[in-house]
């Protein structure tokens, strides 16, 4: 539990710098229960508080955790180059408290990507030592055999990878698609591991974070969601 004064309520929550946030709420543009509050530096305690900014309700948050439905053409790197930044199909109060993906998907890979501002969150995630599961459906250019299977099990090795990669599990779908479980996050792994293996990914889409899946999210390309505690807890790796 903790109190603190609205300026830096709105501030925490993205919506500028505390002098900014100090003159929307000075200007009559915050309310809380209804009512406006015009006192910058009346305090309220955080936990539950529910505000609105122009018109628009928000709950306060000490972290956010979201699930956005990726389209292809859009860059999950901080500073993007050539497509806009995953970042510009959220509200811009995320990006000012440092909202980022958890790891990276390529430009072109559409499908489940986290985000949050947790750095332990973010940390447990990505790293490799935390084996957090990821399927993938792959559309391959030439089809799918049961030798493509066989090694992207076994393991293919690839350039910069002192040893083979192996996919945890990987099934023919149809003739041009594989379900692939990947548990490390290598640059392009899947792209590279096909064509490590003599096919070539000619579209990719993450479909699954662990028990996390993105038909049960309901979210359009480009639609994005607050994850509840089943849907966090569904994100913890067995181990
Ligand atoms: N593997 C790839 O090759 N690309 C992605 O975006 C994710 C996994």
């Excluded at 692939?180 to 699954?208: D, F, P, W």
Aim: glycine share 8%.
């Amino acid at each position: 539990m903790s109190k603190q004064s609205l300026d830096r309520i709105l501030q925490s929550q993205g919506f500028g710098t505390r002098k900014w946030c100090a003159g929307l709420v000075a200007e009559g543009n915050v309310s809380i229960g209804g009512e406006i509050v015009t006192d910058e530096r009346q305090r309220f305690e955080t936990d539950g508080l529910e505000f609105s900014v122009y018109g628009e309700p928000w709950l306060f948050r000490e972290h956010v955790y979201l699930a956005l439905h990726k389209p292809a053409d859009y860059e999950c790197s901080r500073k993007p180059s050539h497509h806009p930044g995953v970042l510009s199909l959220l509200p811009e109060q995320f990006s000012n408290r440092d909202v980022q993906p958890v790891g990276r998907l390529d430009h072109d890979t559409t499908g489940l990507l986290l985000m949050s501002d947790d750095g332990s969150f973010i940390h447990k995630q990505s790293s490799p030592k935390h084996h957090v599961p990821k399927v993938y459906v792959a559309t391959t250019h030439d089809p799918v055999t049961p030798q493509l299977v066989a090694q992207l099990l076994q393991g293919v090795k690839l350039n910069d990878e002192p040893a083979p990669l192996s996919a945890v599990l990987c099934e023919t779908l149809d003739e041009h698609r594989l379900k692939i479980v990947l548990e490390q996050g290598k640059y392009h792994q899947v792209k590279r591991m096909l064509a490590a293996a003599g096919n070539h990914c000619s579209a990719l889409c993450r479909t699954q974070i662990c028990e996390l899946k993105l038909e049960s999210l309901g979210l359009a390309e480009g639609e994005w969601c607050y994850l509840d505690e089943a849907m966090l807890a569904s994100l913890k790796p067995a181990v």
